[in-house]
C-alpha cells in the first residue's frame, strides 16, 4: 500500500506543475474571484480553465 504524501494533489500526473506569476487590477481580481466562486471554483483553477480555452481558440486542440 502507497502512502499519500501530505499537501495537495498534483495537478497532472504526466508532468510538473509550474508557477505562473503576473499582475492584475485589483477590482479584475475581485472580478475573477466572483465568477470563480460562482461556479464553485478556485481562483487558481478558474484561470487555468480560461487560459486553457482560450489558447485552444487561439491554437486549436493540439
Same mark, same amino acid.
Given at each position: 500500500?502507497? !502512502?499519500? &504524501? &501530505?499537501?495537495r494533489? &498534483? #495537478?497532472?500526473? +504526466?508532468?510538473?506543475? !509550474?508557477v =505562473?506569476? %503576473?499582475?492584475?487590477?485589483?477590482? *479584475? $481580481? +475581485?472580478? =475573477?474571484?466572483?465568477? !470563480? +466562486?460562482?461556479?464553485?471554483?478556485?481562483?487558481?483553477? %478558474?484561470?487555468?480553465? !480560461? $487560459? #486553457?480555452?482560450?489558447?485552444?481558440? $487561439? *491554437?486549436?486542440?493540439e
Amino acid at each position: 500500500m502507497h !502512502a499519500t &504524501p &501530505p499537501g495537495r494533489p &498534483p #495537478l497532472s500526473e +504526466d508532468e510538473p506543475s !509550474a508557477v =505562473v506569476t %503576473f499582475k492584475m487590477p485589483r477590482s *479584475l $481580481v +475581485d472580478y =475573477v474571484k466572483r465568477a !470563480a +466562486d460562482a461556479c464553485g471554483q478556485t481562483k487558481s483553477k %478558474f484561470i487555468r480553465e !480560461a $487560459v #486553457l480555452e482560450k489558447a485552444r481558440k $487561439v *491554437l486549436g486542440s493540439e
